[in-house]
């Protein structure tokens, strides 16, 4: 069954059924020109596109991880002030062949994500398209905002988890060229690495969990989301802040399952840790004396620039381009 | 010069000097991970995207309309609940061989807007995809909403203006298929039409202006604006009250231009009032006591369904599908 069977109306009707959702604060959830929620204080707001083809490839993620890892990237931006996400406005668009299944499963992983984060989805649109184009509002609390301006020379510099498994994972998937079933436990896929290590990788990429900063937000001094990559924006955080940064590679987290995977197909796990994107976990600087929840990794410096110090104390030379959209990737 | 020549990172700086925002309410905007704002009471959210090929055709649209019209169709939805829009957030991707120019005639587009809804670009972001596609979402706030549901057998139903216009306006440019610079008075482009008649018409289309609801929301019953065409919206406004419509064909007004236009393409200015889209009047209902601003086409009825009845107080037999993505179109 495809959508152009179904039409917008009737699809929308289906959502709106599915999603009737009730929760404080919320007025009025999908059905009618706007939502209407009822909010107080600091209000945090975000949007973000994906495109197929360019954020994603169908090739190796299912609708299902797809819906998840839209809501979660929304989410991480909200997390990244500080904030409490509470509501999302999602936008579909499609080809009239794209099915009915793939429908049903893409907002199977929007629902997954909408508990896991216990958020309502509140409204947005469908409409046609030639190719899947998507696009998600968050909006969320915050008692204190956490900004990326804030950080002060001698802050720690920490982060909340390993950091390059999400680039490694996307590594894998592209030479599989293949959907995985993150669940399947039984059935072995064929992978040039255990499965198990494979799996936690590739999760890392086609399902992120965005982390929850509350244990955080009230000491930060500065925070961000590493979704570009940790010198990237590491090096956003430190513009903003106007300071430097100095991080030293040894204690940059990276899990085994990353070394294992980086040494089997002849990656280094270092520059992963360094460059790769779309780990979405937290990069926050606190104040020296503070007792630190995280992984401190550096200090903020007072001139400008992020170093990356070796085993031995000594400045490497590296070249930290992230990903940036319309440029050449080197 | 090309978008791939600056950089993603080079464009969100521009973007954010450039709608440096300060208005009451706006905490932070462009440039963290969200934006704050301070809000209280009712908040308005809503979400649309338009796609190329799909929602405009860049043949007979200016960047300068397409971004004009994006924040309008979204402010619009604002408006039909009754509110005051505060806070856009946009989304823009396009081509990597997308121009500098594009760029920012479309953010002139953009900014021209902002300032007609007094209204912020407060977040957002931009990323490449092989075809435009555009995201936006609006925030506002209303004491009172006015629903689409609400609506009250013997309410009046009335329309902010004329209808059929943007619907006629798009065939001009269909038959035209090219761009027209809408301030252009002195030079005479060839059209079918005498050209302030053309014009009236295709400005209609290309640059709708959405209807402040101020003078309206305390009064109507239920509300909603004309996206889809008059049966079309007037059907869901009567399915969400329960109650059903009776329309006045001789009462749905008409532009002169349109007659004219209509006259001279062949076309039916009638079937166009009631089926074109996009016009974005309101259309609302008020008690029969009530003293109507706007122009009243019919009441609302008892029975489900919309009936049309001609001058003579017949029932006209119509067909009335409106646009609908994922459906043939009748």
């Known amino acids: 069954m495809k959508l152009s069977q179904i039409g917008e109306f009737s699809l929308l009707e289906r959502l709106r059924n599915r999603f009737h959702a009730r929760s404080r604060g919320l ?4 059905g009618d020109d706007a939502a209407v929620i009822k909010t107080a204080g600091n209000t945090l707001v975000t949007s973000d596109m994906m495109v197929e083809g360019v954020h994603f490839d169908l090739s190796w993620s299912t609708p299902f991880q797809l819906g998840f890892k839209l809501v979660s ?3 991480s931006d909200i997390y990244a002030m500080g904030g409490i996400p509470r ?5 579909f668009a499609a080809g009239k062949d ?12 929007i629902e997954y994500a909408l508990k896991t984060y216990a958020v309502s989805l509140v409204g947005g649109d469908i409409s046609a398209s030639d190719r899947i184009m998507l696009s998600v509002t968050a909006i969320g609390s915050a008692k204190t905002i956490v900004r990326r301006r804030g950080a002060r020379p001698g802050d720690k510099i920490c982060v909340t988890g390993t950091l390059g498994d999400a680039a490694c994972g996307l590594e894998l998937l592209r030479r599989m060229k293949r959907t995985v079933d993150l669940e399947d436990t039984k059935k072995r896929h064929r992978s040039p690495l255990p499965w198990e290590t494979a799996v936690s990788l590739m999760r890392r990429h086609l399902m992120p969990v965005a982390r929850d900063p509350s244990a955080i937000s009230g000491k930060a001094t500065a925070m961000i989301d590493v979704s ?3 010198l990237v924006d590491l ?6 802040s106007g300071v430097g940064a100095r991080v030293r590679i040894a204690d940059v987290p990276r899990s085994d399952a990353l070394k294992t995977a980086a040494s089997s197909l002849g990656l280094s796990a ?5 460059s790769g994107g779309e780990d979405y976990e937290l990069l926050f600087t ?5 007792k630190t929840y995280g992984i401190c990794i550096g200090e903020i410096t007072r001139s400008a620039g992020v170093e990356v110090i070796d085993d031995r104390g000594r400045r490497m030379n590296i070249s930290h381009k992230g990903y940036q959209h319309f440029a050449d990737q080197g």
Chains 1, 2 share one sequence.
């Open 87 to 91: 509501y999302i406005l999602l936008n």
């Open 270 to 274: 270092r520059a992963l840790s360094l």
């Open 228 to 230: 570009d990559g940790l």
């Open 235 to 240: 090096g956003r955080l430190c513009r903003e």
């Open 27 to 30: 007025l009025l959830g999908i």
């Open 286 to 290: 606190v104040s020296p004396k503070r």
């Open 73 to 75: 990237v929304n989410i």
């Open 98 to 109: 794209c099915t009915m299944r793939f429908f049903e499963d893409f907002f199977d992983g």
